[in-house]
């Protein structure tokens, strides 16, 4: 099957930092998610991107699709304690599933 | 609040134990997926259902059996797992499945086998 390489697989950052995750895939995707989840939560959807190359902001978060169609990179400025939590990425192909990476753990130091 | 309700949350069961798994949603979608989220591995579709038949089936084991009396509730039961089952399975639902970029998740059940 399609992989998917998010990386970094943690980060510990400051209160106040900017955060930038990516993930990779092995093949042409035409729609990129990116989610967060809490400790004891399911997944929320934050962010989907449909067109190659396309920028999109939530608040402070923002994401992009890659111009190559194999990656997505997500943003988040200035971040605030309640930003900790697991990020990752789905990706979908020409079929109908989607593709999860393994997730990005982020910790943020007050 | 996301609207789709799984319980119980945690769940420990022996491997000869059966036991079965809730999820229901209150949102008017007519597709609802099983996920399974293991630590340090991606999320991987088990099951979607479509109006209350399967319409996938990824190569999941025997010992998993879905079953979807409605569109509300679907149900996973389990019975004489392994230890490499214990994770936490996730219960999702969309409008219709083919929007699963659209898919709100429940909260999860951690299952753990011993």
């Known amino acids: 099957g399609q992989q998917l390489n998010q990386s970094p697989q943690s980060m510990f950052i400051q209160e106040g930092e900017d955060v930038s995750m990516n993930c990779t895939s092995s093949?042409?995707?035409?729609?990129w998610l990116w989610y967060k989840q809490d400790p004891g939560e399911g997944p929320v959807l934050l962010i989907a991107?449909?067109?190659?190359?396309e920028l999109t902001s939530n608040g402070r978060l923002t994401a992009q699709f890659g111009i190559t169609r194999k990656d997505s990179f997500l943003n988040i400025s200035a971040s605030i304690p309640s930003d900790v939590g697991i990020y990752f990425c789905?990706?979908?192909?020409?079929?109908?599933?989607?593709?999860f990476g393994t997730g990005t753990s982020l910790t943020v130091i007050p | 609040e996301t609207g789709v309700t799984q319980t119980p949350r945690h769940l420990v069961m022996g491997m000869t134990n059966k036991k079965s798994l809730k999820c229901e949603q209150h949102?008017?979608?007519?597709?609802m997926y099983w996920y399974k989220q293991s630590a340090k591995k991606p999320l991987e579709l088990m099951f979607v259902?479509?109006?209350?038949?399967?319409?996938e089936n990824n190569s999941v084991p025997s010992r998993f059996s879905p079953e979807c009396p409605n569109s509300s509730h679907l149900f996973l039961h389990l019975h004489t797992l392994q230890p490499e089952d214990s994770a936490l399975y996730l219960c999702?639902?969309?409008?219709?499945?083919?929007?699963?970029?659209?898919?709100?998740f429940g909260q999860g059940t951690r299952l753990t086998v011993v």
């Open positions: 093949s042409i995707f035409n729609t």
């Open positions: 259902y479509s109006l209350e038949e399967r319409v």
């Open positions: 949102l008017g979608h007519n597709a």
């Open positions: 991107l449909y067109k190659a190359g």
């Open positions: 789905a990706g979908q192909g020409t079929g109908n599933q989607f593709y």
């Open positions: 999702a639902s969309s409008q219709d499945s083919g929007l699963q970029d659209r898919a709100f």
